[in-house]
């Protein structure tokens, strides 16, 4: 009776029936608690319906059963990486190519939690282990070519993705990798049509409702524009991009803070100075543009009257803050260039930075550390308001109060601590999803 309940819950996980699947575990386990295949499907299930503390629960408990089951630590991963906990998947997968290593299944998993940490190469160079496997796996085929495309090769992820297709028409992840391929090479209405396609196949596939999205958002120019513009990003290293931003702005602020000592130099010295501000303001806006993708996108789709659809409430929202923010930092730059003051810049700089800080904060933080995240954002951006007003008033003003050696550079100290915070709290928090 106990195996009639469970090829019942299997054929009822085929059919993506997981509620009534449950039911017939519920009455196989019934009979036997531990159960190690029962645990792991009700795992399954569990997982699918977003119930991750039992689903996690379920599935120690068959590692428990079963310490050498390989498939138990291959669910327990799954789990993990269903609720973005990276670190721990990545140790239970490992458990599971320990004990299997020669399954295709198991290398894809590793892949795509490599993937979904966005580790392109690693992700790529776990699906080629899947495919020495199995070089017909359609997990491990689907993400080679989108860790291909994440890298750039969209020609050779476009290839595998059509010879995917012409080996299996009916399986929704192949669609979904095809149309995430035209997609990212700017063909939107052939896009759309994968996408539906996978979807039609199986309704729940989570990618492919992603890339309807996308889709639908490219249909409008700057969006795909800057949706092209990020995949051609996506060849700089994410752990690069951080980093890079933090130089180009201090650049920045250091070409503008200098511009009153070269300007009483001579007029070769002035051409100087504005060559090497142009220069360093493209290269900040070209980190700026790769930094805050999502503020951007979601500000163009929130003007939009079709485009607006597509955005949630939060969404919404931190657009609103984003074209208030972007409004402010036009103004300051004006008035930079105008007064020449450093001060003035350093306000159009946070300005821009907080764009991707409130996006992060309305969107990225969970909701129960929102007022945390938000604090933090609060005091930095403190910090560079004290600094500038400090730096005003030592250009302004006469009093030695002011213009004292350790007041100035406790001034900069304020600006340059309140930037970097700004320019590094994004990044901190989209690596803290991986670790949740």
Request: aromatic fraction near 6%; charge should be positive.
């Amino acid at each position: 009776m106990r195996g009639t309940h469970i090829e019942r819950a299997r054929m009822l996980i085929s059919r993506n029936r997981h509620a009534l699947a449950e039911e017939q575990l519920s009455l196989a386990m019934a009979e036997d608690p531990e159960n190690p295949l029962a645990l792991l499907l009700l795992a399954l299930c569990l997982t699918k319906r977003e119930a991750f503390a039992e689903a996690s629960n379920a599935a120690e408990l068959a590692v428990r059963c079963g310490p050498d089951n390989s498939y138990a630590h291959y669910m327990r991963a799954h789990v993990f990486c269903e609720r973005h906990m990276y670190p721990e998947a990545r140790r239970a997968i490992r458990d599971s190519l320990r004990i299997e290593s020669a399954n295709p299944l198991y290398h894809a998993l590793a892949g795509r939690i490599e993937f979904n940490s966005e580790n392109w190469s690693d992700a790529l160079a776990a699906a080629e282990q899947g495919l020495a496997c199995n070089p017909q796996d359609e997990q491990c085929v689907n993400l080679r070519a989108l860790s291909l495309l994440q890298l750039g090769q969209a020609a050779q992820a476009d290839s595998i993705a059509v010879s995917a297709i012409s080996r299996t028409p009916e399986d929704a992840a192949t669609h979904n990798t095809r149309g995430w391929t035209l997609l990212m090479q700017g063909q939107t209405i052939p896009a759309l049509d994968h996408f539906r396609a996978a979807l039609h196949i199986d309704p729940t596939l989570d990618g492919a409702r992603q890339g309807m999205v996308q889709a639908l958002k490219a249909r409008f120019w700057p969006y795909r524009v800057l949706l092209l513009f990020s995949y051609r990003a996506n060849k700089v290293a994410v752990s690069w991009r951080g980093a890079l931003g933090v130089i180009c702005l201090l650049l920045l602020i250091s070409v503008v803070s200098v511009a009153g000592l070269t300007s009483t130099v001579g007029s070769l010295a002035i051409q100087h100075e504005y060559f090497l501000t142009v220069v360093s303001t493209l290269v900040a806006a070209y980190v700026y543009s790769l930094w805050a993708m999502a503020p951007l996108s979601d500000m163009l789709l929130h003007f939009h009257p079709d485009g607006r659809l597509a955005l949630s409430p939060e969404q919404h929202s931190a657009a609103r803050w984003s074209s208030w923010l972007l409004f402010a930092s036009a103004i300051t730059l004006v008035l930079s260039v105008l007064g020449r003051a450093a001060s003035w810049n350093s306000l159009t700089l946070t300005c821009l930075l907080l764009t991707r800080n409130v996006h992060a904060t309305l969107i990225v933080v969970p909701r129960a550390r929102r007022v945390v995240h938000g604090t933090v954002v609060a005091l930095a951006t403190l910090s560079v308001l004290l600094g500038a007003i400090g730096i005003a008033l030592a250009r302004h003003a006469h009093s030695p109060v002011f213009n004292s050696t350790g007041l100035q550079r406790s001034n900069l100290i304020f600006v340059v601590v309140g930037i970097i915070t700004l320019c590094v709290l994004p990044t901190v928090v989209n690596r803290s999803r991986y670790k949740r």
